[in-house]
């Protein structure tokens, strides 16, 4: 079962990334040296899980402060401006393959006082049907599987224009659901923490009212996560996403915003094994391990692969470059009532060949909110294709403003 539940994760994660299970299986088994996507455990929590920051190609540390900023950046929620809020995003995942496999996300925030916010957010995967076998090949049960996330957020202001934020959470991952094999195949468990900055500053350029705003935030660092046993734990999805916003008001009435983020996988990049002249593994007769041909030893603790991920590439600093993903976005918004927004995101070809182009589109109304987004790759017959997020907002304002706990 704990053979199958790790191969079940892989070809999930497969499906996120690439149009074609005949090319993934030769790179998850570590027969391609060319293409090395970086495999870690539960990458649901790297789905981007709603609309506004989805329809600007997926950029989100550095934009304005909304109920969401705990996935992109947990210190943004110190600058909101209201006083409490949610938000409720549903996504159809991988629409154009399965119908019953969907995201959902519930966000909401409180302020405390002027310095102060907190947040709480549950994110939830369902798998949809699937029919299991054996390592024989043989059905042996249609499970739901089911992962889940819960968050608990709490941002500060340093100062009116720098603020610092930190994220606990739990994940919960059930890919076997009830069929077990005494202590082997079972749900994994993890808990991780994030950590954000975040900056910004007015600015007053050719007498327009503009808005300069950077963002770093890395998430998911936390114990490695296992379905069976310690002999076979996995990375969570450890990420460092940094980048910039600039905002600026074209006249009273319309405004435009340009975001551009970086981000990059703090997992330790898959190593090119030796084989013999058969195409099979080489065993290291000291490890009883496969042997390394070039790169490092993956099974690394915590802090070692996180660190070591800037320099573990098999084919150096040009590999390393490959695994920078980058998404750049606009949002145009008429009156703070109605918004448009475009985005474009990247991602190498060797590391997982994301590459697609994201409209959307916003309606504020008092204190009600709807967004919509759109993705489309730029390869045909891609997975992700026609993906939609929807997402639904709620903000409410004291009629008194909270009381600062210090001076700032």
């Known amino acids: 079962m704990a053979k199958f539940s790790r191969f079940l994760l892989a070809v999930i994660f497969s499906i996120f990334c690439y149009t074609s299970f005949a090319q993934t299986s030769a790179i998850i088994s570590g027969q391609d040296t060319t293409r090395r996507p970086i495999t870690t455990a539960v990458p649901f929590l790297t789905f981007s899980p709603d609309s506004r920051a989805s329809g600007m190609g997926e950029a989100g540390v550095a934009t304005s402060p909304d109920a969401n900023s705990v996935h992109w950046n947990n210190a943004k929620l110190a600058f ?3 006083d409490i809020g949610f938000s409720v995003s549903y996504i159809p995942w991988l629409g154009n393959i399965v119908d019953d496999m969907s995201v959902s996300y519930l966000s909401g925030f409180k302020k405390i006082d002027r310095v102060q916010t907190v947040g709480v957010s549950l994110r939830y995967f369902d798998l949809g049907e699937i029919q299991l076998t054996n390592d024989q090949g043989f059905p042996i049960g249609l499970e739901n599987p089911r992962e889940l996330a819960v968050d608990g957020t709490y941002s500060r202001k340093l100062t009116e224009n720098m603020g610092i934020g930190v994220t606990g959470r739990y994940i919960w991952s059930n890919l076997s659901g009830s ?13 991780a923490v994030d950590l954000g900055f975040y900056y910004n500053k007015d600015l007053m350029l050719s007498g327009k009212n503009s ?6 935030s890395i998430s998911n660092i936390g114990a490695k996560l296992t379905y069976s046993n ?3 734990e996995d990375f969570l999805p450890i ?6 916003a600039f905002t600026t ?19 330790p990049t898959p190593p090119v094994y030796e084989v013999d002249e058969n195409g099979n593994f080489v065993i290291d007769p000291n490890t009883g391990q496969n042997r390394i041909l070039r790169g490092d030893d993956p099974n690394r603790a915590l802090l070692s692969g996180m660190f070591g991920s800037f320099g ?3 084919d150096g600093f040009s590999e390393e470059m490959q695994e920078i993903m980058i998404a750049f976005g606009t ?7 109605f918004a448009a927004r475009a985005g474009y995101f990247y991602e190498n070809a060797n590391k997982g060949a994301r590459q697609f182009i994201t409209v959307g589109l916003g309606f504020r109304y008092q204190v009600f909110g709807l967004d919509f987004s759109y993705l489309v790759p730029t390869e045909q017959n891609h997975p992700l294709a026609e993906t939609l997020r929807f997402t639904l907002l709620f903000n409410f304002n004291n009629t008194d403003d909270p009381e600062p706990t210090q001076s700032n």
Request: charged share 20%; glycine share 8%; aromatic share 14%.
């Open 249 to 267: 008001s074209l006249d009273p009435y319309n405004s435009l915003t340009f975001a551009l983020d970086f981000n990059k996988l703090l997992v």
């Open 312 to 314: 573990d590439a098999p």
């Open 230 to 232: 310690e002999s076979n």
């Open 331 to 337: 949002e145009y918004w008429y009156r703070d009532v």
């Open 239 to 244: 990420n460092l996403r940094f980048g910039s």
């Open 179 to 191: 069929i077990t094999n005494g202590s082997d195949g079972k749900p994994g468990n993890s808990v």
């Open 211 to 216: 808005n300069l705003a950077f963002g770093a």
């Open 80 to 82: 909101i401006e209201d």
